[in-house]
C-alpha cells in the first residue's frame, strides 16, 4: 500500500488557487468515500453544504475572519508558530474567494451535558468522515484545510444556507481548491514512538515499557 497520501496530506492555505474552478463532479466523488467512515453504530451523522455562489462565500468568509481574529485575540504566539499564524491569516483574509467551501454537520446538537463517552460519540462519529474527506481530495489534486474559526457564528452561517440550527450541528468547513505549483513542506509530528506506550502509559523522555 503507497501511505503517501496518508503522510502527505496536510493543510493547503496559500497554495489554493483562487482562480481555477474545481469540477462539481469531483466533490460529488470525494464526498462519496468521505462516507465510507465508520461512525458510532454506524449512524452516519454527518451532512454535506457545498458552497459555490460568490456572495454566499463572501459572507462566509466574514464570519470566518472575524471568528479568526477572536479566536486570536490575546495569545501571544511562539516564535515556532509565526509561519502558521501567516498562513491561517492569509486564508482568513481570502476564505471567500476559494472556489468551493464544503461545511461538514453532524445530525443533532452536541450532548448538553457531555460525558467523555458522549463526546466522543458525537463528534468521533463525524471527524473520520472528514479525514476521508479531504484524503479523497488531495487524491485528486485538490487541496484543503480542516478549518473551524467560523463556528462562533454557527448560527448566523446556518441561517444563511438554511441548516436547521437545532438539528444539525456544523462541525468543520473544508476550502476547497486546485493546488497552486510549489512544493509541499514536510509535514511536522512528534514521532510516534515518542509517545507511545506498550503495556501502559508512557511518560515522555522515560525509554517506555518495551522497545
Ligand atoms: C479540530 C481542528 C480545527 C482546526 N481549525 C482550523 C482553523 O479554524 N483554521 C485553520 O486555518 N486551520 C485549522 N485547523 C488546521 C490545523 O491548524 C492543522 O491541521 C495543523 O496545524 C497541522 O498542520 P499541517 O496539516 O499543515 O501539518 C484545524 C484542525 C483541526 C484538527
Redesign the pocket.
Known amino acids: 500500500m503507497n501511505t503517501d497520501l496518508l503522510t502527505g496530506t496536510?493543510?493547503v492555505?496559500k497554495r489554493l488557487d483562487l482562480h481555477r474552478p474545481v469540477d462539481d463532479r469531483d466533490i460529488r466523488e470525494c464526498l462519496e468515500i468521505a462516507v465510507h467512515a465508520p461512525s458510532g453504530s454506524n449512524r452516519q451523522p454527518w451532512r454535506f453544504v457545498v458552497v459555490r455562489d460568490a456572495e454566499l462565500k463572501q459572507r462566509i468568509g466574514e464570519y470566518y475572519r472575524k471568528g479568526?481574529a477572536a479566536n486570536l485575540s490575546g495569545r501571544t504566539p511562539r516564535p515556532d508558530q509565526l509561519a502558521?499564524l501567516a498562513s491561517?491569516q492569509y486564508?482568513a483574509d481570502h476564505l471567500g474567494e476559494v472556489p468551493v467551501l464544503i461545511l461538514v454537520c453532524s445530525l443533532g446538537r452536541p450532548p448538553a451535558e457531555p460525558s467523555a463517552l458522549r463526546l466522543a460519540g458525537f463528534y468521533g462519529s463525524v471527524y473520520p468522515a472528514v479525514w476521508n474527506l479531504q484524503l479523497a481530495l488531495s487524491a485528486r489534486g485538490l487541496g484543503s484545510?480542516?478549518?473551524?474559526?467560523h463556528l462562533t457564528y454557527e448560527r448566523e452561517v446556518a441561517e444563511l444556507l438554511g441548516i436547521p440550527f437545532e438539528e444539525a450541528t456544523q462541525v468543520a468547513m473544508l476550502p476547497v481548491a486546485h493546488l497552486l505549483p510549489g512544493g509541499h513542506k514536510p509535514?511536522?509530528r512528534v514521532p510516534a514512538a515518542e509517545i507511545t506506550g506498550w503495556d501502559g502509559w508512557q511518560t515522555p523522555g522515560d525509554g517506555g515499557a518495551a522497545s
Do not use: P
Open positions: 496536510r493543510a492555505r479568526f502558521d491561517g486564508l484545510t480542516l478549518t473551524t474559526a509535514v511536522r
